[in-house]
């Protein structure tokens, strides 16, 4: 899966919505509510991998389907140290409604694998593998 950005800030938001819009239409999602996601990692790659992790866990265990998402928090410039890289963002969306959002399919609980973080002309293009079933 690909999902691109004219900021990396924008392309980390695109892949997580692509990633969780395997399950539900993002379309049919009303921004109701807010959840709250923090991610960590040592290299843009683990941080992105770390990111959707969380994003799917607010999916799978609160039932939360996005719509939009938001970063307070986009620290992916490597320190001296080896402090870690940060993420703080908002999930807009609602709880799932079976009646009203289409289950289109079911997302492992794994984290995303092959992941590539690449600088285009038009910004940044990840692609990334998602175990689907």
Request: glycine share 8%; aromatic share 6%.
């Amino acid at each position: 899966m690909a999902a691109a950005g004219s900021t990396l800030r924008e392309a980390f938001a695109n892949a997580a919505l692509a990633v969780l819009g395997l399950a539900v239409d993002p379309t049919s999602v009303r921004e109701r509510e807010v959840r709250e996601v923090r991610a960590h990692g040592t290299t843009p790659e683990a941080l992105l991998i770390q990111w959707i992790s969380e994003c799917l866990y607010v999916h799978e265990v609160e039932g939360f389907v996005s719509r939009r998402i938001d970063f307070v928090v986009f620290d992916t410039e490597s320190k001296p140290g080896g402090e870690p890289l940060r993420l703080h963002g908002f999930l807009h969306g609602e709880e799932l409604d079976p009646a009203r959002h289409k289950v289109k399919t079911a997302i492992k609980g794994s984290p995303p694998h092959s992941v590539s973080i690449q600088p285009v002309s038009t910004g940044f293009e990840i692609t990334l593998e998602v175990a689907a079933v």
